[in-house]
C-alpha cells in the first residue's frame, strides 16, 4: 500500500514537471510560430493576387465597409478587375478562397487558398471541375454544389456571392 502511495506520488511529479516544461516550451515559442504563419499567409497572398492578374502591373488594397479587396490596374492605369478573398466555415473547417473577377463582376477565375475539409469528400472544392463552375457568372447567378460535399460547397458558394456583393452592389 504504502508502495503504491510512492508511485503514484513519482507519477505525478513527473507528469507536474513534463506539464511545466512544455508550458514554457510554448510561452517561450508561441509569438515566433504566429509571426512565421502570418509572414507566410502574406507571401502566399501576395503570390496569389499576382498569379490571378499577371498582366497587372500595380495591385492596390482598397476598403469599403470594413472589407478589404484589390484593384488590379494596368501600365495605362485602366482597371483590369477586382481580387476578393472569400473566407466561409465549411464541414469541417474554415475556407478561404481568393476570386479574380472582371470590371463588371463576372467572375474571372477562382482558388482555394485554405482549407482542411474532409480528404476526397469536402475536399473536392479544390478541384477543377468545381472551381470552373464559377467562371463568367456574377452574383446573381445560380451555382451547382457537390453531390457528397454539399455544406463545403455551398459555404464558398455563399461566401463568394456575398463577396461579390459587397463590392457590386
Given at each position: 500500500?504504502?508502495?503504491d502511495k510512492r508511485y503514484v506520488g513519482i507519477l505525478f511529479l513527473i507528469c507536474f514537471v513534463a506539464s511545466l516544461l512544455v508550458s514554457i516550451v510554448y510561452a517561450l515559442t508561441y509569438s515566433r510560430i504566429e509571426e512565421r504563419e502570418k509572414r507566410q499567409?502574406?507571401?502566399s497572398l501576395e503570390t496569389s493576387l499576382k498569379e490571378m492578374f499577371p498582366e497587372a502591373a500595380q495591385i492596390e488594397?482598397?476598403?469599403k465597409d470594413g472589407f478589404i479587396y484589390y484593384r488590379a490596374i494596368n501600365n495605362n492605369d485602366e482597371v483590369l478587375g477586382y481580387i476578393l478573398i472569400c473566407e466561409a466555415v465549411g464541414y469541417s473547417s474554415t475556407i478561404k478562397a481568393i476570386v479574380s473577377t472582371e470590371t463588371n463582376g463576372k467572375i474571372k477565375e477562382i482558388k482555394i487558398l485554405e482549407q482542411n475539409e474532409t480528404?476526397?469528400?469536402?475536399s473536392k472544392i479544390t478541384e477543377e471541375e468545381f472551381l470552373s463552375r464559377f467562371k463568367e457568372k456574377s452574383k446573381d447567378d445560380t451555382f451547382d454544389t457537390i453531390t457528397g460535399a454539399t455544406i463545403?460547397?455551398?459555404a464558398i458558394i455563399k461566401a463568394v456571392k456575398e463577396s461579390l456583393k459587397k463590392i457590386f452592389p
Open positions: 500500500m504504502r508502495e499567409l502574406e507571401t488594397e482598397l476598403s480528404l476526397g469528400i469536402g463545403s460547397s455551398k
